[in-house]
């Protein structure tokens, strides 16, 4: 029976990196078998919810598609919130309930493809909420996990290190009474992992390496892990240029000389709701602090075009809130990412095509990925303006707003120093009109 390598791919953009891995002339040859495991949405996460989660398969589905033998689906039966109370039994025995039904489907989903757990030597995966149900059944197999978020990267920084993590409980309680608590508090949970959730259990010690494009810079700052590699940036740019040409990506013409501004607001939450009246209000502040901020920026750099992209998931009112940026559209050519593609891909995809000179966005990883694979491009940040936007008007905010810089700038600043993005504060005052 010949050895198979499971790929479970729950997002376009890992699927990217592994497409791109597979392309590696030194990989061992094995039968692909993949399987989407996106996590099924509840329907008042976004308008058109359900349609936007059949997209979003697709997109995942046309990026590994070329390099899988079969493919199937097991997206995971619920929307993980990370709700388990470790401290209630009730609570801990519930989990312990949904995720045996999520073992069932599995071995069902395999079952149905002809794979013997057995014959899984490799599962790649970006470390999911899943990943352990196919660890625990596949027992001979060792992992390979992809980098995906900056929760990912900074977790590679801090491998093998004892991080000191209670100090926001704890206050300023020594550090040699706070981490014996965190060493008491994660063997309190790994007994629990261990006696009632088994299955889910230690298998991160079954990972054999950890694929990143910040592989030299995670490298640089954490020496020790030895498991983090290079994700090739020349097979990332070969296999994203073919993709887009065999998707046929843009359906007219491409605008040049643009700047492209990602709009990453917290729109619609199964916990936190937006009315349409809340969003056109912050795309009114966005636009605000853009002529404030940023557009004497622009025209000083020869920008004629700003081109909008939203995430799939939280474009809600979206173009609405694009179309009444009557003060920005005096100025420059507003252009909509969707009326140029009828995908929805992340913004990794369309940069090889649109090649913006700066690139704007909340601080996140597309800053990070598009500086080490373009460094021609000029990446600012927003997140301090939507930081004090969120803290004024009590919306949610993303906790990692809040450790972001403190790792990437401070703490390993010296290794991520030519890839980190800027926030312009009116550096240039007056705004020019044509």
């Given at each position: 029976?010949?050895?198979?390598?499971?790929?479970?791919?729950?997002?376009?953009?890992?699927?990217?990196?592994?497409?791109?891995?597979?392309?590696?002339?030194?990989?061992?040859?094995?039968?692909?078998?993949?399987?989407?495991?996106?996590?099924?949405?509840?329907?008042?996460?976004?308008?058109?919810?359900?349609?936007?989660?059949?997209?979003?398969?697709?997109?995942?589905?046309?990026?590994?598609?070329?390099?899988?033998?079969?493919?199937?689906?097991?997206?995971?039966?619920?929307?993980?919130?990370?709700?388990?109370?470790?401290?209630?039994?009730?609570?801990?025995?519930?989990?312990?309930?949904?995720?045996?039904?999520?073992?069932?489907?599995?071995?069902?989903?395999?079952?149905?493809?002809?794979?013997?757990?057995?014959?899984?030597?490799?599962?790649?995966?970006r470390k999911g909420s899943l990943d352990g149900h196919f660890f625990?059944?596949?027992?001979?197999?060792?992992?390979?996990?992809?980098?995906?978020?900056?929760?990912?990267?900074?977790?590679?920084?801090?491998?093998?290190?004892?991080?000191?993590?209670?100090r926001g409980r704890l206050g300023r309680v020594p550090k040699y009474?706070?981490?014996?608590?965190?060493?008491?508090?994660?063997?309190?949970?790994?007994?629990?992992?261990?006696?009632?959730?088994?299955?889910?259990?230690?298998?991160?010690?079954?990972?054999?390496?950890?694929?990143?494009?910040?592989?030299?810079?995670?490298?640089?700052?954490?020496?020790?892990?030895?498991?983090?590699?290079?994700?090739?940036?020349?097979?990332?740019?070969?296999?994203?240029?073919?993709?887009?040409?065999?998707?046929?990506?843009?359906?007219?013409?491409?605008?040049?000389?643009?700047?492209?501004?990602?709009?990453?607001?917290?729109?619609?939450?199964?916990?936190?709701?937006?009315?349409?009246?809340?969003?056109?209000?912050?795309?009114?502040?966005?636009?605000?602090?853009?002529?404030?901020?940023?557009?004497?920026?622009?025209?000083?750099?020869?920008?004629?075009?700003?081109?909008?992209?939203?995430?799939?998931?939280?474009?809600?009112?979206?173009?609405?809130?694009?179309?009444?940026?009557?003060?920005?559209?005096k100025l420059f050519k507003i252009v909509y990412l969707s009326d140029?593609?009828?995908?929805?891909?992340?913004?990794?995809?369309?940069?090889?095509?649109?090649?913006?000179?700066?690139?704007?966005?909340?601080?996140?990883?597309?800053?990070?990925?598009?500086?080490?694979?373009?460094?021609?491009?000029?990446?600012?940040?927003?997140?301090?303006?939507?930081?004090?936007?969120?803290?004024?008007?009590?919306?949610?905010?993303?906790?990692?707003?809040?450790?972001?810089?403190?790792?990437?700038?401070?703490?390993?600043?010296?290794?991520?120093?030519?890839?980190?993005?800027?926030?312009?504060?009116?550096?240039?005052?007056?705004?020019?009109?044509?």
């Amino acid at each position: 029976m010949q050895k198979v390598r499971l790929i479970l791919a729950d997002d376009p953009l890992p699927a990217l990196f592994m497409s791109s891995y597979l392309l590696d002339s030194c990989l061992r040859k094995l039968k692909n078998v993949t399987l989407y495991v996106g996590l099924d949405l509840p329907f008042n996460f976004s308008t058109s919810c359900e349609e936007k989660k059949r997209l979003h398969l697709e997109a995942t589905k046309s990026v590994l598609a070329p390099y899988s033998d079969k493919w199937g689906d097991c997206m995971a039966p619920r929307y993980f919130t990370g709700d388990c109370n470790y401290f209630s039994l009730f609570s801990i025995l519930k989990e312990r309930k949904l995720r045996g039904l999520e073992l069932i489907k599995i071995r069902q989903v395999l079952e149905s493809l002809k794979v013997d757990p057995r014959d899984v030597e490799e599962i790649w995966c970006r470390k999911g909420s899943l990943d352990g149900h196919f660890f625990y059944l596949c027992k001979n197999a060792t992992g390979v996990s992809f980098e995906h978020g900056l929760p990912d990267i900074k977790n590679s920084l801090f491998e093998g290190v004892l991080r000191d993590q209670t100090r926001g409980r704890l206050g300023r309680v020594p550090k040699y009474i706070r981490q014996p608590v965190r060493r008491l508090k994660r063997f309190y949970f790994k007994s629990v992992d261990k006696i009632f959730l088994y299955f889910t259990a230690n298998f991160e010690t079954r990972f054999k390496k950890s694929l990143s494009l910040l592989g030299q810079e995670i490298k640089a700052g954490n020496p020790s892990n030895t498991k983090i590699e290079l994700l090739s940036p020349s097979l990332l740019l070969d296999r994203t240029e073919e993709i887009g040409r065999n998707n046929h990506l843009f359906e007219c013409s491409i605008p040049e000389r643009s700047g492209l501004i990602l709009t990453m607001f917290p729109y619609p939450k199964p916990w936190y709701e937006f009315s349409r009246n809340d969003v056109l209000k912050v795309f009114n502040a966005f636009e605000d602090y853009l002529l404030s901020e940023l557009v004497p920026y622009f025209q000083s750099k020869g920008i004629s075009t700003l081109v909008f992209k939203s995430k799939l998931f939280f474009d809600d009112y979206s173009d609405e809130g694009i179309a009444r940026l009557d003060r920005l559209s005096k100025l420059f050519k507003i252009v909509y990412l969707s009326d140029l593609s009828k995908h929805n891909y992340p913004t990794e995809f369309y940069l090889p095509f649109l090649r913006p000179k700066i690139l704007v966005a909340a601080y996140s990883t597309v800053l990070f990925f598009a500086k080490k694979m373009y460094p021609d491009i000029e990446t600012l940040t927003y997140d301090q303006w939507f930081i004090s936007l969120a803290t004024r008007e009590r919306y949610l905010q993303f906790r990692e707003f809040s450790w972001y810089r403190k790792v990437f700038n401070d703490q390993f600043g010296h290794c991520f120093r030519d890839l980190l993005p800027t926030e312009k504060s009116g550096q240039i005052s007056q705004v020019q009109e044509n």
